[in-house]
């Protein structure tokens, strides 16, 4: 399958809030996407609802044809994903769009890992190693990413971390398309600042979602 834009194929892996967010806003873009889920006929009936645009795979094929995986799956879950997707993950770019957060039992969130560690810095280390892990795409709520791709006038920014140049370009080119304006933060080791609680984060520092001018003024 070739994609219509940026020559890259997309894999995105767990097709809820998140992945389905994602999924819509790329083929909104006219950007091609190959959708997985634990459960085939999910994707499938996602891969309809979004046109000829999308494709459903199995998981492991999935990432087998893509150049950038997104698994859009619960932090706590990645690190098993990881291991039993090993070998097909190497050489890939693997977005990281997780928070590492759980309902705190009165209505909000805690960090469910120490206050000084990202989910972006912990996975980078669990990754197969010539696979290459960028923090990007979850950086906003699930309803942001929804609700303000495409905005206008004066597109939403989303940030992202990379220790990894040759997935740099990749990366911003599916924000663009994806209705968001890319801006790098740093490298991985600024996950922290991109997640929930985060100074860049819009349940943290930012309190909102912010225009590429707003954002430099930040970073
Ligand atoms: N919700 C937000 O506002 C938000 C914003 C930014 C980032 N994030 C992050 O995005 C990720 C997904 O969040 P979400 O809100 O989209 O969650 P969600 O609606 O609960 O969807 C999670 C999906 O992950 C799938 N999944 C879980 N374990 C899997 C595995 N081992 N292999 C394949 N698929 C698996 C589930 O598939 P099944 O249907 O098969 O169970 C489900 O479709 C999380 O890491 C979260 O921290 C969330």
Known sequence: MNTENSGTEVA????????????????KGNHTVILASRDIEKAQLLAAKLGGLAVAKDVAHAIREADVVIPAIN?????????????ELADKTVVNVSNPIAPD????????????????QILSGLLPGSA?????????????LRNEAFSKPGRKVLFYASDHASSNKQIEELITISGFEPLLV????????????????EFGGLGKTVTVDEARAKV
């Open 75 to 87: 932090f706590n879950s990645l690190k098993d994903f990881f291991q039993a997707y090993a070998s």
């Open 12 to 27: 995105i892996i767990g097709l809820g809030k998140v992945g389905e967010a994602i999924a819509t806003n790329l083929t």
């Open 105 to 120: 039992g009165n209505g909000g969130f805690k960090k469910i890992v120490g206050q000084g560690e990202s989910a972006g």
């Open 186 to 201: 740093g490298g991985i080791d600024q996950s922290i600042r991109l997640e929930v609680f985060g100074d860049l984060h």
């Open 132 to 144: 290459r892990l960028v923090k990007a795409f979850g950086t906003l709520g699930a309803a942001s």
